[in-house]
């Protein structure tokens, strides 16, 4: 007798047929081991008492399906495969060739057969990625999330704004908010500047790879943006996510309050922004009660901020320019001429660092010490560059005059539509 191959199943039901052959356990005991009817077990023993080990080999295996192909149409739907329908997806293929030659064959045998002919191009399979949760932060102040959430929180009676947002991650608080038109650098600034001066300085904050927080394009990618910059010099330490699941705190409080505070604006007839940042302070304060926690630790991680530091010289846009021989700076299109009378020898060709602030002032520190210039405006020769985020506001403002209703005095609405009088141009075709 030669080589019996037999499956894991069919071996674990021949180790239990040889203790009933030994007598060591019954016919019923082993029913309820082999895991089918008493009448099954018993047409299976009487098998193995016949036939030994062959008997409990399925009587299926090596014969063919009766569902199978036969090889000569197998053959034919190759050479239409390679002829006509190369390059059609496996369901379609399926379906053409029942359309145009009744042939009837499934979707998934059309795909083992492109695959065995090589012409079969699989799609790339997204990688699966499991999010599971982290450990808070044990004290407060320890990390922030930040993170801006573009809106239409006034409902359609103010513009479309965006709500920057800061949440401790050990209390699930709300520490600061704001809302601004844009989720620009200027905007985090502010943001920056309210948090620090109510609650002290954080250890840490995490956020998104957005634009205002690293540089995402380029060869060069070592650089700080404005904001990095002026964290770095807070000796605030700077996170960013790689997705959105892992700064789940921030954007789950995004979710609840474009639900409760766009309700809340609309009951207290509130449509614009002035009027929205007013507001929040009291919607803080009764969220944080609502949906805060206590810390793990009650140490608070928060550094006091120092008298020392000045705020408004940190949150501002920091530029590095050449003076030109003729005393001028260059900055974003226009030139500023430096007057310093009596220094004009030691002022060329010196480095100086431009201080753009968020109201739009600018200055020049050379040294630490402030230059009197003045401003000379100069054309623009390139368009400005605007950001994605900041795309759909832009082109509301330069396109509002598409969307501006006539008024009832205007010339269109003074032309005729009464079909029973003689139009303009009625009256011009009989000319």
């Known amino acids: 007798m030669g080589e019996i191959f037999m499956s894991e199943r069919e071996v674990d039901r021949w180790k239990i047929l040889q203790q009933v052959e030994e007598k060591r356990i019954t016919l019923v005991s082993a029913t309820r081991l082999i895991g089918v009817g008493y009448r099954q077990t018993k047409r299976i023993w009487a098998c193995y008492k016949n036939l030994g080990k062959a008997g409990l080999v399925s009587k299926k295996r090596g014969k063919s399906s009766h569902h199978k192909i036969p090889a000569t149409l197998e053959k034919e739907i190759e050479n239409l495969l390679l002829q006509r329908y190369y390059d059609f997806g496996p369901t379609f293929a399926s379906e053409k060739l029942w359309e145009e030659y009744h042939i009837k064959v499934s979707k998934e045998k059309v795909r083992q057969l492109r695959i065995r002919l090589g012409i079969h191009k699989s799609k790339k399979q997204k990688e699966i990625r499991v999010y599971q949760r982290r450990r808070p932060r044990d004290c407060e ?12 929180w006034f409902e359609g009676r103010g513009p479309k704004c965006t709500l920057l947002l800061a949440i401790d991650d050990a209390t699930k608080k709300i520490k600061a908010a704001r809302f601004e038109l844009e989720e620009t650098t200027n905007g985090y600034f502010r943001l920056m500047e309210d948090y620090l001066k109510q609650h002290g300085l954080p250890r840490a904050l995490y956020t998104d790879r957005y634009s205002v927080f690293r540089i995402n394009h380029g060869k060069n990618r070592s650089k700080k943006t404005q904001l990095a910059r002026a964290l770095e010099e807070l000796d605030i330490e700077l996170i960013c996510a790689r997705s959105p699941q892992a700064k789940g705190r921030v954007e789950r409080t995004n979710g609840v309050l474009q639900d409760r505070l766009v309700k809340e604006l609309r009951l207290n007839n509130i449509s614009t922004i002035e009027e929205a940042n007013a507001f929040l302070a009291r919607f803080i304060e009764a969220y944080n009660n609502r949906f805060g926690r206590s810390a793990l630790n009650s140490f608070n991680a928060h550094r006091p901020l120092k008298q020392s530091i000045d705020l408004k010289r940190i949150f501002c846009e920091k530029h590095v320019r050449k003076i030109s021989k003729q005393l001028e700076v260059q900055y974003c299109g226009h ?42 405006k100069q054309e623009r020769f ?30 269109w609405r003074k032309m005729p539509i009464n079909p029973k009088k003689r139009s303009f141009y009625s009256s011009s075709s009989r000319l």
């Open 141 to 152: 102040g320890e990390l922030i999330q930040l993170d801006g959430s573009p809106h239409d």
């Open 382 to 411: 390139q368009p400005p560059i605007v950001d994605h985020k900041q795309l759909a506001n832009a082109w509301e403002r330069g396109c509002a005059w598409r969307f501006k209703k006539p008024s009832r005095y205007h010339p």
């Open 335 to 376: 030139i500023l001429q430096i007057q310093a009378p009596g220094r004009e020898r030691s002022l060329r060709k010196q480095g100086v660092t431009i201080l753009e602030h968020t109201n739009g002032d600018v200055e020049i520190e050379y040294k630490g010490e402030l230059l009197k210039y003045k401003y000379f």
